[in-house]
Nanobody
Framework: QVHLVESGGGLVQAGGSLRLSCAASGRTFSSYAMGWFRQAPGKEREFVAAINWSGDSTYYADSVKGRFTISRDNAKNTVYLQMNSLKPEDTAVYYC???????????????????????WGQGTQVTVSS
């Protein structure tokens, strides 16, 4: 069982920055991949970024590539999403997720689709004003 808690959301002007954090419970955080997703009003939840267990492999949606950076601190059981050059279209609820599939433990792989993640946080709102 993994419990995820996001924080760091808020209201920011276009061009600004925010850093989201996701704290995970459990002793095995350093063994599995983590992802960030977002859901805007009236839209489906979509992939934003993912990182493998060690942080050596990262993946990004085209819409955020070059602006967002995913990272993790395994000593703190925390994954981060640094968001720079924010745009109004980045407005959404942001969710972190954990991939608990044992065959992905200590893998270079990090999933980019929703159905590959097993645990989800409650979400944090990010609003970018124009």
């Amino acid at each position: 069982q993994v419990h995820l808690v996001e924080s760091g959301g808020g209201l920011v002007q276009a061009g600004g920055s925010l850093r989201l954090s996701c704290a995970a419970s459990g002793r095995t955080f350093s063994s599995y991949a983590m992802g960030w997703f977002r859901q805007a009003p009236g839209k489906e939840r979509e992939f934003v970024a993912a990182i493998n267990w060690s942080g050596d492999s990262t993946y990004y949606a085209d819409s955020v590539k070059g602006r967002f950076t995913i990272s993790r601190d395994n000593a703190k059981n925390t994954v981060y999403l640094q968001m720079n050059s924010l745009k109004p279209e980045d407005t959404a609820v942001y969710y972190c997720a954990a991939d608990q599939a044992p065959w992905n433990y200590y893998s270079n792989y990090a999933a980019t689709t929703l159905n590959e993640y097993d645990y989800w946080g409650q979400g944090t709102q990010v609003t970018v004003s124009s």
